[in-house]
């Protein structure tokens, strides 16, 4: 399934009917609940691992109280992880 994540000016977006639930719409649902637990990551090229640059208490979560193997994560491959320039991040 594909997909893309791409951020809309609020003011963009408007409310819609309400519409059938088919299964891609089931899969996107269940993507969307997904990125409340996003952790930001860097790669570790020591040891091929992730370090998390932001979301311990997301991680602590996942790790503790589900039984997700997986974790939804935005890895940052920057060299300085202050470079980011995108207009919500400060």
Not at 2 to 18: A, G, H, S, T
Request: charged letters at 35%.
């Amino acid at each position: 399934m594909r997909f893309m994540v791409e951020y809309i000016p609020l003011k963009k977006i408007k409310l819609d009917e309400p519409v059938k639930l088919t299964d891609r719409l089931k899969k996107l649902r269940s993507l969307m609940w997904d990125c409340m637990h996003v952790i930001v990551v860097k790669k570790d090229q020591k040891d091929n691992r992730f370090i998390i640059v932001s979301g311990r208490d997301r991680y602590e979560y996942l790790r503790k109280q589900t039984k997700h193997q997986y974790a939804p994560c935005i890895i940052d491959e920057s060299n300085a992880s202050s470079g980011l320039d995108h207009p919500l991040v400060e």
